[in-house]
């Protein structure tokens, strides 16, 4: 028995030293893959769509057990990785192996105004040459919906669910919610929204002299969007800036830059139906998130609005025919949900890509929510006073 002893002593002392690194360096691998995937991830802001809540460059983690841990659907993957390979390009996954939807149980639900990191909708299907770009809107506004046309130029990818590109917005309405947006203020069942201090939106600034210096603008981080003419800028603003402004001795008026009712932008909102949705951005709806187990009535004119939502996230085959509908080879003149939808909007109103545009978040997209900053620099260098801190006082 002492010899066997000393024999597995001998044995472990000849491990090589590669092997222990290897070991070492897999079980790294296995349980920052286990964390990220179950627990939290660590995500950057990339643009300004959240401004001024979130800054760009601010790095936070992402709690996964907020709203349950989800199961990944395409499990065989390149480990922290997304969906793209580093250096080389090309798919860090396959989908040879794919699984359904599943959530394990987590801290709560989804609650409004919380912040959010979900999968992308319209990212189901990318442009292989530009993938940050969007498919949809390059095939309606730039192709006139030819998609033949379309791949004559450029290669297309699908994605599943789970590595579509990960977006990070507020959500301003849950299921069964009545949204709106009057004269640029959001309505949640007929009240008006939060509002943010540092929640931002365009305006017209109009002054006299030599206008606004831009020590004042570099200073207070105000951007101007565009020079007017005739002693006039657009300066986008946080709310606790306007104020600030208005007080110049050069500065006549600051007022709200709002497309009208009625007024279709160019390329359109979300449903894309400029004959039966006239909205903007800033006079868009009223309509009601879709919650599951609930029934719609469908007609020509309310298509637009859930022909996402049936075909390509509850994966049903719908077909439309001389004002008609059939789903599933069945005739259809109503639909149930099966899942739930949130409507997400960046605090940065007039400069985010988010729900007005490309619709609801169905709740397999969701990732996570997002918990406290832990670095965060700018053109100044580290922001100190934004370290170690939660979403919640970054907001106040």
């Given at each position: 028995m002492?010899?066997?002893?000393?024999?597995?002593?001998?044995?472990?002392?000849?491990?090589?030293?590669?092997?222990?690194?290897?070991?070492?360096?897999?079980?790294?691998?296995i349980a920052a893959t286990l964390?990220?995937?179950?627990?939290?991830?660590?995500?950057?802001?990339?643009?300004?769509?959240?401004?001024?809540?979130?800054?760009?460059n601010d790095y936070l983690f992402v709690s996964k057990l907020a709203y349950g841990p989800r199961v990944p659907m395409t499990p065989v993957a390149v480990p922290l990785?997304?969906?793209?390979?580093?250096?080389?390009?090309?798919?860090?996954?396959?989908?040879?192996?794919?699984?359904?939807y599943h959530r394990?149980?987590?801290?709560?639900?989804?609650?409004?105004?919380?912040?959010?990191?979900?999968?992308?909708?319209?990212?189901?299907?990318?442009?292989?040459?530009?993938?940050?770009?969007?498919?949809?809107?390059?095939l309606?506004?730039?192709?006139?919906?030819?998609?033949?046309?379309?791949?004559?130029?450029?290669?297309?990818?699908?994605?599943?669910?789970?590595?579509?590109?990960?977006?990070?917005?507020?959500?301003?309405?849950?299921?069964g919610d009545i949204l709106a947006v009057k004269d640029g203020v959001l309505w949640i069942n007929n009240q008006p929204g939060n509002v943010y201090p540092h929640q931002k939106r365009t305006y017209n600034v109009q002054f006299k002299g030599f206008g606004i210096s831009d020590d004042f603008l570099d200073d207070n981080d105000i951007e101007i969007m565009h020079d007017e003419g005739n002693n006039?800028?657009?300066?986008?603003?946080?709310?606790?800036?306007?104020?600030?402004?208005?007080k110049l001795p050069q500065v006549i008026s600051v007022t709200p830059s709002i497309y009208p009712y009625g007024y279709t932008e160019n390329g359109g909102t979300y449903p894309n139906d400029t004959t039966n949705f006239k909205w903007s951005r800033d006079n868009y709806g009223p309509l009601t998130i879709p919650k599951a187990g609930v029934t719609v009535q469908l007609t020509p004119q309310n298509i637009a609005l859930y022909r996402r939502v049936i075909a390509n996230y509850e994966g049903n085959k719908l077909v439309?025919?001389?004002?008609?509908?059939?789903?599933?080879?069945?005739?259809?003149?109503?639909?149930?949900?099966?899942?739930?939808?949130?409507?997400?909007?960046?605090?940065?109103?007039?400069?985010?890509?988010?729900?007005?545009?490309?619709?609801f978040v169905p709740e397999d997209h969701v990732v996570g929510k997002a918990w406290f900053v832990w670095l965060s620099y700018g053109k100044h260098g580290i922001r100190w006073k934004r370290l170690f801190h939660g979403i919640h006082s970054l907001e106040q």
């Open positions: 002492a010899f066997t002893k000393d024999k597995d002593k001998k044995n472990k002392k000849n491990k090589p030293v590669w092997r222990e690194w290897l070991d070492a360096a897999l079980f790294a691998i964390i990220r995937t179950f627990l939290f991830e660590a995500y950057t802001i990339p643009t300004g769509s959240m401004e001024g809540s979130l800054l760009i990785v997304h969906n793209t390979m580093p250096l080389t390009g090309g798919k860090s996954y396959t989908e040879a192996v794919e699984w359904g394990w149980p987590g801290f709560g639900h989804i609650e409004r105004n919380d912040v959010v990191v979900f999968n992308y909708p319209a990212g189901d299907t990318v442009l292989t040459e530009m993938p940050e770009g969007d498919y949809y809107s390059t309606r506004n730039e192709f006139n919906n030819d998609r033949d046309l379309l791949k004559s130029r450029y290669s297309v990818m699908t994605r599943p669910v789970d590595k579509e590109e990960n977006y990070i917005k507020r959500c301003v309405g849950i299921p006039a800028v657009l300066l986008n603003l946080a709310n606790d800036q306007v104020d600030l402004v208005k439309e025919k001389n004002g008609t509908f059939q789903i599933n080879g069945q005739p259809a003149t109503s639909y149930t949900f099966k899942m739930n939808y949130y409507w997400m909007m960046g605090d940065n109103r007039h400069n985010s890509l988010d729900s007005r545009y490309w619709g």
